[in-house]
């Protein structure tokens, strides 16, 4: 098993714009899921992407999967204050989480 | 609200003493995990209980044991204790406790060792 490895370890943005956050990984998965941390809080999932999957969008978020490269990406467009969190991949069925992208959205 | 309850919200207590952090999964989810996040170690996962069973176990501590008992709720019991265990402990749960599941997460334990 294998935990995913978020970056960049740090963004911040504008509200408006748009913010990408990547998952790397080293073996073949099953799915990748994508979760938000508002600071303080428990972890909240946001979106699994499958395998055979190569792009999933729900709302304001897109996650591709690249599974040649073994890399996600997690796009939030039209970013937000609200969106002002950590964000964290988790990989196949392995239950570590990395030390996940931290997403600073300026009003 | 993602379902999970997790008591007490906050613990303070002294180096060397033992606490037990309690909680109640999902309605219907028979899986738990324990997470605990640290500002120097990040987000580490503990142990994952299925069904009252062991499941798989990560980062814990020989001071930390986790039971899960037959109503499905699971405590995670904290011994000896250092000033180096001061994180938020986080509960899951899922259905299957499969890796393909969303985990919900409670809204974590901060604990205080002075």
């Known amino acids: 098993s294998q935990q995913g490895e978020e970056d960049p370890q740090a963004l911040s943005i504008q509200e408006g714009e748009n913010a990408t956050m990547n998952c790397s990984y080293k073996?073949?998965?099953?799915?990748l899921q994508w979760y938000r941390q508002n600071s303080g809080r428990g972890l909240v999932h946001l979106i699994l992407?499958?395998?055979?999957?190569r792009e999933k969008h729900s709302g304001r978020l897109r996650v591709t999967l690249d599974t040649s490269k073994k890399s996600s990406s997690l796009l939030i467009t039209a970013s937000r204050a609200a969106d002002t969190a950590s964000y964290f991949c988790?990989?196949?069925?392995?239950?570590?989480f990395g030390a996940g992208t931290r997403l600073t959205v300026k009003p | 609200d993602s379902g999970v309850t997790q008591t007490p919200k906050h613990l303070i207590t002294a180096t060397g003493q033992r606490v037990t952090l309690r909680c109640s999964p999902r309605?219907?989810?028979?899986?738990v995990y324990w997470y605990q996040q640290s500002l120097d170690q990040g987000l580490q996962f503990l142990i994952q209980?299925?069904?009252?069973?062991?499941?798989a176990k990560g980062n814990i501590l020989e001071r930390f044991s986790a039971q899960q008992f037959p109503d499905l709720h699971s405590e995670l019991n904290l011994s000896s204790l250092e000033l180096g265990d001061s994180a938020l402990y986080f509960c899951?749960?899922?259905?299957?406790?499969?890796?393909?599941?969303?985990?919900?997460f409670g809204s974590g334990t901060q604990l205080s060792v002075l």
């Open positions: 988790q990989v196949g069925y392995d239950m570590r």
């Open positions: 309605s219907g989810d028979l899986s």
């Open positions: 209980y299925y069904n009252g069973e062991e499941r």
């Open positions: 992407i499958r395998s055979n999957e």
């Open positions: 073996t073949s998965i099953n799915n």
């Open positions: 899951a749960s899922s259905p299957q406790g499969r890796g393909n599941e969303k985990l919900f």
